[in-house]
């Protein structure tokens, strides 16, 4: 056992088996840097006692024991769990928020069809945050290997972690609020990539779109019906016979054409690519992987094969440089050749037809380190993914993009790489609300770039006997676009053998109600963007849980069915038949974002008619929004708070932001200059304030300005007052008071 401290703030305890040689983890990008002496520690903030199995610490007044012991394989950690404790973590899992109480599995698996309690899914982040009385501490069991963690189902005082492996790295990070626990794992995991802009589009897919004249017909409806600025997915029909990097003729007999085409009207290209190179000696992507030594082997040198798309497949060995480099030149020359924007990796648990729950499991294959060692695919399994997506990430770069990569599986640190959505859920009402649970889970454990496929995309759930479990319904359709519009990845994708699900699919007036929540989700892309950087910069999580934002309210420990997007944005969907719900507010003031009506803090009941999601804006509120071309809005809600607006191209590699702070104090509101300016950033600003009462002047730079009507172009400053809005133009580096 060796403890250290990584920094002030994260405490890590290496176990190793004797003789065992350690392996570099994928997920960790900081070293340890003081080691500490056994017996009492005392740094900072910690008090560390070390003994000779277990460490005892105390750390912002909570008490962690943590015992560690090694038998058969395998090393367990027990640490202790006070009477009300609760659990946060564990992302991607089909549980509740608080996941105390539960058991769970980390082994990467693909799990079509899952549902409420399904275990293990296809991302394993064996991350947890143990919240008493308002004060969080995480624990961070970093192994690749399979993992039970269980959080007082055994026993009710204890939680043990035990694992598959010889060595585990234990991390213990410091609180005290949740939101601390969360960023600090995000500072050792490593920083969310920065997506390119047009990722937060309306993304269409469908298992699978073609030949070459439908994805463009799609397109053109998804242009001509206004949804927004698309990108638009190749699911593995595109492929000869499901061979990686290459293209079916018949089907796509130009894919440099249609991919020009789709650009010219400003669709973006996502192309998938499973983790499967057909064995097939006239393949070249095979001849090379045979030739290069960068396949997967078995123990006895064999070709390590698995039944996949195209049959017989080899698995590339993403776990050594040389494969890694050879697949970053694959994905290069596919982007270079074609056109593509962005990578869809699926099926990288990795899957296979021919092992049980259709997932790889093995002692028999291994893997091959940078150091030459072979190391069996069960120490290893669970950082497939995302190996996969770090060569996957180079060979975007390499191809000149800003990464783009959609990644099913994955673990600890993917965030750094890809997106995640939650696989293939389920059209009905059971999986939207859990879906929120699912990503709720996922955004505090560091994936901060995720989404759910919107309508569901399985329409049978194995084992149900092939009953239907479902319709989708234009009514579910709408109300799941009622949240997605708000979370980082909105993709709509179905199932191979489902009906239609597009926004037109249903007809002309579900389709009019999804196309207004579309332009509301074009309207937010600033806010949203700025989040996308905060969360790079900063590690914060785009979509939050409630308790993120207010730890101490003991009402929101366990709210699942409402989210926070940034800090100002409290969204509570509808996520049953009906068209009103209960929500409860947080302390304080917010306004409703459709009426401008004011609610105290509480629970209420609230109006949902289909098409409008009860959506809250908190006091001190500045949320950016594109109102026209070239100008911001930012709506606002008197109160204290502060804002800053990140913007770039939107797609050069690491790009210096321009910035823009914005203040509110009371009435208020001040607009900075634009900091590290690029060409034509929007210097006029709509200020849209929620005010009860027309105000009886207005202050810009202490100058009165004239209330007149404008339009939501660039011009002088004035202001009018409707509903409950007061619209005032300005311009950067301004200050308004509202008298
Ligand atoms: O066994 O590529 O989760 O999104 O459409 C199905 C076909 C394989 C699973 C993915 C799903 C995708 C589908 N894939």
């Not at 350690?22 to 017996?39: F, Q």
């Not at 983790?275 to 960068?294: M, R, S, T």
């Not at 990288?348 to 499991?361: K, L, R």
């Not at 009103?580 to 105290?600: F, I």
Request: aromatic share 12%; charged share 20%.
């Amino acid at each position: 056992m060796r403890v250290s401290m990584v920094n002030d703030d994260v405490l890590r305890i290496g176990v190793v088996k004797n003789g065992h040689k350690y392996r570099e983890s994928p997920a960790v990008v900081v070293k340890p840097t003081v080691d500490l002496a056994s017996g009492e520690n005392k740094i900072g903030p910690w008090l560390v006692k070390v003994n000779e199995d277990s460490v005892h610490v105390n750390v912002d007044g909570v008490e962690v024991n943590l015992r560690f012991s090694y038998s058969n394989g395998q090393f367990t950690i027990r640490g202790n769990l006070g009477l009300a404790d609760i659990v946060y973590g564990l992302g991607e899992k089909a549980l509740p928020l608080n996941r105390k109480r539960f058991r769970v599995t980390m082994w990467n698996t693909d799990a079509y069809g899952y549902r409420y309690g399904s275990d293990p899914l296809y991302v394993s982040i064996p991350f947890f945050i143990v919240t008493r009385n308002h004060v969080s501490v995480g624990h961070f069991a970093d192994s690749t290997a399979r993992m039970v963690i269980d959080l007082g189902v055994e026993r009710g005082d204890e939680f043990t972690v035990t694992v598959n492996d010889d060595q585990v790295d234990y991390y213990v990070i410091r609180g005290p609020r949740l939101r601390d626990v969360v960023t600090r794992f995000i500072g050792i995991t490593g920083k969310p990539a920065l997506m390119p802009k047009w990722a937060l589009g309306h993304q269409q897919s469908r298992y699978s779109y073609y030949p070459q004249g439908r994805v463009l017909e799609v397109a053109k409806a998804l242009k001509d019906m206004d949804l927004g600025n698309t990108v638009i997915y190749l699911d593995i029909h595109y492929m000869d016979g499901y061979r990686i990097f290459t293209w079916n003729s018949e089907r796509f007999p130009n894919p440099r054409d249609m991919v020009k085409k789709l650009h010219e009207s400003g669709i973006k290209v996502v192309t998938i690519v499973d983790p499967y190179i057909k064995v097939d000696p006239n393949y070249q992507v095979f001849k090379e992987g045979i030739n290069g030594n960068y396949l997967t082997l078995d123990s006895d040198g064999g070709l390590t094969i698995v039944q996949g798309w195209p049959g017989k497949s080899a698995l590339p060995d993403f776990f050594n440089r040389e494969a890694r480099d050879w697949w970053s030149s694959l994905i290069e020359r596919w982007v270079r050749d074609y056109g593509v924007d962005g990578i869809w990796l699926d099926m990288n648990e990795p899957a296979a037809f021919d092992y049980p729950n259709h997932t790889v499991t093995s002692k028999v294959i291994t893997h091959r380190l940078d150091d030459g060692s072979r190391v069996s695919h069960d120490y290893l399994h669970n950082a497939y993914a995302l190996y996969e997506a770090m060569a996957t990430y180079e060979g975007l770069r390499r191809a000149g993009k800003r990464p783009f990569i959609l990644s099913r599986a994955g673990y600890a640190g993917i965030q750094r790489y890809a997106a995640v959505w939650t696989g293939d859920n389920t059209s009905n009402w059971e999986h939207l609300k859990l879906q929120l649970q699912v990503l709720l889970g996922l955004s505090i454990s560091g994936v901060t770039f995720i989404g759910a496929d919107v309508g569901g995309f399985a329409k049978y759930v194995p084992g149900d006997g092939g009953s239907r479990l479902f319709t989708l319904t234009p009514e579910l359709l709408v109300r799941w676009y009622e949240w997605a519009i708000f979370f980082p990845l909105l993709r709509n994708h179905a199932d191979v053998a489902s009906p239609d699900q597009e926004p037109w699919a249903f007809g002309p007036r579900a389709l009019e109600l999804i196309r207004d929540l579309l332009r509301l989700r074009a309207r937010l892309t600033p806010y949203l963007y700025s989040l996308m950087w905060i969360s790079h910069i900063n590690g914060e999580p785009i979509v939050r849980p409630l308790v993120y934002e207010f730890p101490n309210d003991d009402e929101v420990m366990n709210i699942d069915d409402e989210f926070m997007l940034g800090p100002f944005m409290l969204v509570a969907p509808m996520l049953n038949s009906g068209t009103s719900r209960e929500v409860y507010l947080p302390g304080g003031e917010w306004v409703n974002l459709w009426n401008g009506e004011v609610l105290k803090g509480g629970y209420h009941m609230v109006d949902a008619p289909l098409g409008k999601p009860p959506v809250f804006l908190k006091s001190g509120s500045l949320v950016p929004t594109q109102e026209s071309e070239g100008v911001l809005g930012i709506l606002a809600v008197p109160g204290d708070g502060e804002f800053t607006v990140y913007d770039d191209d939107g797609e050069s590699q690491s790009p210096t932001p321009s910035t823009l702070s914005l203040r509110i104090s009371g009435d208020r509101v001040t607009v900075g200059d634009w900091a590290n300016p690029m060409p034509q950033l929007p210097t006029t600003v709509i200020l849209k304030v929620y005010l009860g009462k027309e105000p009886s002047k207005v202050m810009v730079n202490g100058v009165e300005v004239p209330k007149a009507r404008f339009s939501a172009e660039p011009g002088q400053p004035s202001w009018y007052f409707e509903g409950r809005l007061i619209n005032i133009r300005v311009k950067v580096g301004s200050e308004t008071m509202i008298i």
